[in-house]
């Protein structure tokens, strides 16, 4: 009998898998695989929050392997050793997974595959983690893109492969396993990880929510799907929901799909030009200054800095290890042009404490509101964290649930509470400097400094 392994990653499902339905259809047995590879606990994308949805996303896909005659084999250590391991121990003559485009996946994909063809077994990796193979969009001249819109044009007209089903069985091979338990189990705005509890949240959203996307994303307190944790490891395939949502030509799912570019978007661009992860994208930019001041750090790390909206934003990302998109702009324009703290600081803060944490995503999202990524737009975008409250938060909604000292302040002061008078701070059971903090830094004075260091930078 021929044997396949199906090295999973961070495709932990069984519906719209390319690796998977070839191996199936190729193979008479396939041993399905996780290894728990120390990058996932101690390497640059370690995050306990993360590795405690990853733990429940794999009890998951067991449970949808072992329906359809599998289950899920978990080893611990070097994927280039147990893979290698565990095809000896089932007589497996290919390994089949799913590409991915980070600097790390890939120069470990280089080794497993060398390893596995000395050892006799082919390498055959397949599509799957985006919605095109990021590698093929070029510009007129054969260039990558590094720019968006440009790039979302292309997407667009680009083919889709189908949209695979789950297979109806999988029949699966005994081996030792290592369930994998995470020393943290973070809640999350999603209660249920797995492909399962993905599958229901996605049809909810499709079915209610997408509709009225345009309109209301950028509200704080709700307005977008909640998926991308789901996304992030793969228990939902970006296709299969593209697909679903083009169903329907209203504004809502066309700017929902934007979204779904935008993250296909930032892989390109972290395949083309890994070298970003750890430097300004923008060559002329890399002379900019930063402060190293901790105690402002650490205000901005706590939700301590007297900007609600700011304050709102980092406590919910440290209680549930989601974060709102509109918050996570307001928070970095606040650490990089309001404290003109390095932006690295701040991803590697959200990368530690983020569910939905990608390497792509993350840096491309942190470099374009620090104004030294890939949009062109002038580094003159500031965000004013108590104007950006006003009109994103306007009843209060966000604000009062994650920075509860201020429930009871009126609406009219809710974004600026340090302009209550002493008699209205006692009203409303908040005292500034003591209840709740003074702003750390002011605003305009900031904004001001942080244009000289921009243009000094040339």
Known sequence: MTTALVWFRRDLRVHDHPALTAAVREHERVAAVFVVDEALLEGRAASQAR???????????????RRRGAGLIVRAGRPEEELVRLARET??????????????ARARDRQVTEVLRAAGVAARPHGGTYVVDVSKPRTKSGAPYHVFTPFFRTWEDMPRREVLPAPDRIPGVDAESTPFEAAQETPGP???????????????WLEDGIGAYASRHDAMSGGTSQLSPYLRWGCLSPL???SEARTSRAAGPRAWIRQLCWRDFYAHVLLHWPGSLDREFQEHRRGLEWSDD????????????????VDAGMRQLARTGWMHNRARLIVGSFLTKDLHLDWRLRERVFMEQL???DMGSNNGGWQWVAGTGTDPQDYTRVFNPWLQQERFDPEGAYVRRWVPELRDVPG??????WAMSED????????????????????????????????AAG
């Open 91 to 104: 007589g497996a003559e290919a390994a089949y997974w799913t590409s991915d485009v980070s600097p790390y």
């Open 240 to 242: 299969e929901l593209e």
């Open 190 to 204: 999603i209660a249920e990880p797995g492909e399962a509890a993905a599958r229901r949240e996605a049809r909810s």
């Open 294 to 309: 901790d105690e402002l750090r650490e205000a901005w790390q706590r939700g301590e800095t007297g900007y609600p909206a």
């Open 355 to 357: 569910i939905d944490g």
């Open 412 to 417: 009219a002061h809710l974004a600026e509470p």
């Open 424 to 455: 209205e701070q006692r009203a409303a059971g908040c005292v500034i400097g003591r209840d709740y903090p003074e702003p750390i830094v002011d605003h305009a004075v900031e904004r001001r400094r942080a244009m000289e260091r921009y243009r």
């Open 51 to 65: 590795a405690g949805f990853l733990a429940g996303c794999l009890r998951g896909l067991d449970d949808e392997l």
